[in-house]
């Protein structure tokens, strides 16, 4: 059962525009949420987390947003850039316990 | 940032073969380390959870007598696929952590391909 879910398989956005990534959980215990980017053939790297306490955490060009009451957090990058072409994935526990991942959002940021 | 290393990246055997991966926290001692799977365009699924000097705890429909997962330090836990099948071919990859409350940070992952 996906208690965390990404709607979108893949987006596509300009260079310099605005990167949204939305991801949707079932489980209202969780209370700590995570993206992380991976590439092919890697490891998924830690961008940026948020805890249930707040509803935005920002770090240099990306931000966290947490909706608790819609179960509904997104990741905003702004400004994109080409190097930001990667798989997202949202990921969300209960402090403490084991990640619960979605299934990922390919981001193509072009030219 | 943390650095957790993985190896090998890469294994290629014949049927029957018993598999092991390695994964060490590089700078910073690792009271819980973790053993993913992920399938193509698939997300992380979770094998099991580790802790050092106990025994590890598995997830549902994961056979602990197929994987078996040693964390004998707190910068070292190792993943033994026992007697592997194509069927188990697949991307693993492993995170560690230090407190409950910190991100996981993964390894590069190891693709296992079992012919």
């Known amino acids: 059962d996906q208690q965390v879910k990404q709607n979108s398989p893949s987006l596509s956005v300009q260079e310099g525009r605005i990167s949204i990534l939305n991801c949707d959980y079932t489980n209202s215990m969780f209370d700590y949420f995570l993206w992380y980017k991976k590439y092919p053939a890697e490891g998924p790297t830690f961008l940026i987390s948020i805890s249930s306490i707040k509803d935005k955490n920002e770090d240099g060009r990306f931000t966290v947003f947490l909706n608790k009451s819609a179960k509904h957090l997104s990741l905003h990058i702004v400004p994109s850039q080409p190097g930001d072409s990667a798989v997202y994935f949202c990921?969300?526990?209960?402090?403490?316990?084991?990640?619960?991942f979605g299934k990922g959002t390919s981001l193509l940021v072009t030219p | 940032g943390a650095v957790v290393s993985q190896h090998p990246s890469w294994v290629i055997c014949k049927s029957g073969t018993s598999v092991k991966i390695e994964c060490r926290s590089l700078d910073f001692q690792a009271t819980t380390m973790f053993w993913y799977r992920q399938f193509p365009k698939q997300s992380l699924m979770l094998m099991a959870t580790?802790?050092?000097?106990?025994?590890?705890?598995?997830e549902q429909g994961v056979e602990k007598d197929k994987f078996l997962i040693n964390h004998a330090s707190l910068t070292l836990s190792t993943l033994t696929v026992t007697s592997a099948h194509p069927e188990d071919s697949s991307f693993y990859i492993c995170?560690?952590?230090?407190?409950?409350?910190?991100?996981?940070?993964f390894g590069d992952g190891t693709r296992l391909s079992i012919l």
């Open positions: 580790s802790n050092e000097g106990s025994k590890a705890t598995y």
């Open positions: 990921a969300a526990s209960v402090t403490g316990y084991a990640l619960n």
């Open positions: 995170s560690a952590r230090l407190y409950s409350n910190q991100p996981q940070h």
